[in-house]
């Protein structure tokens, strides 16, 4: 309630009656049950009723950003589920020396969640046919926002090798970037 402590009030009620102070404080704290007389009401009742509308909108806000997170993560969850795994040959494995007695070599292997190459051909379409949720994760994006993310991806990665979950979390931020042109 920052209209109590408004300095610019001790000059609306420096001229009302004890009893009208006492009023207009319990209009004040009984909002919007109570209501007065006094010309001065009115003002205050408009200041409280747009710090109600600010701070709605801001709970809305958050609640909105919150339900974003939220399925943000869960359709991340469902994108990386699937893993790609690499091998790399061990020197060992090569030699022709192996005793009758010896188990068979084992490769080793370093598991890598799903990656992609970025260049000039890359294309979400490709991400679509390795990982079927990536559709529907693209799907809550405006078509602007992924084309610009496609664009944008190729031209600052190109020549490497993106996991799902940084490709996934390029289209959140472009996503961020697009809102805060929108927002100006």
């Known amino acids: 309630m920052k209209i109590l402590i408004d300095p610019n009030l001790s000059v609306f009620i420096k001229d009302l009656t004890d009893k009208q102070c006492a009023d207009l404080l319990r209009c004040i704290f009984e909002y919007p049950e109570r209501d007065c007389d006094l010309g001065i009401w009115q003002f205050i009742k408009r200041q409280i009723e747009e710090d109600v509308r600010k701070y709605q909108e801001k709970c809305d806000r958050m609640l909105a950003n919150r339900k974003k997170s939220t ?25 022709g020396s192996v005793s009758s007695n ?18 000039e051909n890359f294309s979400f379409d490709v991400v679509t046919i390795a990982k079927k949720q990536f559709a529907e994760f693209t799907a809550c ?15 600052k990665r190109k020549g490497q090798w993106l996991p799902i979950d940084q490709i996934v979390s390029w289209i959140v931020q472009e996503n961020d970037f697009y809102n805060q042109r929108k927002g100006s």
């Open 141 to 155: 994006y405006p078509m602007s926002v992924i084309m610009r993310a496609e664009e944008t991806l190729k031209l």
């Open 102 to 119: 010896a188990a068979k070599p084992v490769e080793n292997f370093v598991e890598k969640p799903l990656e992609f190459y970025i260049d």
């Open 71 to 95: 399925m943000i993560s869960e359709q991340i969850s469902g994108v990386d589920v699937v893993v790609a795994k690499r091998t790399k040959h061990n020197k060992n494995t090569m030699k």
